[in-house]
């Protein structure tokens, strides 16, 4: 299935969302911070979806977003941005990043889990 990276500085958050991607046949890597989303990228390029927090340490979702995106491989790959910031000022900034999605916590990975199979067959 998909190679999925999960960036958030949650632990508990990473390994939720990580047990339910893999128990649904997808591969994950994870990044604790945008900084280290942002190199964790850099060693992945076959990744084929992004999933992120907006608020980290280090570096930002949206500031990891739009540098991923200056990467000539990560130009379409999905961007989700998974957290509780959904004011229109930060949806814009994201939307201007490249982010494709949001999705608004708590995360239950039954909401989530068919948005990102969803948004996984459309990039295929």
């Known amino acids: 299935m998909a190679k999925i990276l999960i960036v958030d500085?949650?632990?508990t958050l990473r390994i939720q969302l990580r047990e339910a991607l893999e128990e649904a046949g997808h591969s994950?890597?994870?990044g604790v911070d945008g900084a280290d989303g942002l190199r964790v990228a850099g060693e992945h390029a076959d990744i084929n979806m992004i999933i992120t927090d907006f608020n980290m340490p280090q570096m930002d979702g949206v500031t990891m977003a739009a540098k991923i995106r200056e990467k000539p491989h990560f130009q379409t790959t999905p961007i989700l941005m998974l957290t509780t910031e959904a004011t229109p000022d930060i949806k814009a900034a994201g939307k201007s990043a490249?982010?494709?999605a949001w999705i608004v916590k708590p995360l239950v990975?039954?909401?989530v889990l068919p948005a990102i199979e969803k948004v996984l067959a459309r990039g295929s």
């Open 28 to 30: 994950v890597v994870e």
């Open 98 to 100: 490249g982010i494709l």
């Open 9 to 11: 500085d949650s632990e």
């Open 109 to 111: 990975p039954s909401k």
